[in-house]
């Protein structure tokens, strides 16, 4: 199963951006959906989750700023990135996952958000 990412690429500061992440071939509304990133140089970290109920968790250097969310009938999560931070550059990656512990079984291939001043 392969997750496909859409919609990174180049923002500016104090602007918004919006990850896209279909995921045919599993029992989309099952799975706990997330978002993660990783910087150069840095290890891969959680920026958000969302749970086949619906319930949300984000990092703390995103909340407020950005929104997971999921439409069950296109097996599809987003990520709305607004207030964009140059820190925000990073590849990202969606993940499912069947429980809400440990890490995704299933990756996308990551698409890269590059943010400038």
């Known amino acids: 199963v392969q997750l496909v990412e859409s919609g990174g690429g180049l923002g500016q500061a104090g602007g918004s951006l919006r990850l896209s992440c279909a995921a045919p071939?599993?029992?989309?509304?099952?799975?706990?959906m997330e978002w993660y990133r990783q910087a150069p140089g840095k290890q891969r970290e959680l920026v958000a989750g969302i749970t086949s109920g619906g319930r949300t968790n984000y990092v703390d250097s995103v909340k407020g700023r950005f929104t997971i969310s999921r439409d069950n009938a296109k097996n599809t999560v987003y990520l709305q990135m607004n207030s964009l931070k140059p820190e925000d550059t990073a590849v990202y990656y969606c993940?499912?996952?069947?429980?809400?512990?440990?890490?995704?079984?299933?990756w996308g291939q990551g698409t890269q958000v590059t943010v400038s001043s």
């Open positions: 071939g599993i029992i989309f509304s099952t799975y706990v």
């Open positions: 993940g499912a996952k069947r429980f809400n512990f440990g890490l995704p079984g299933y």
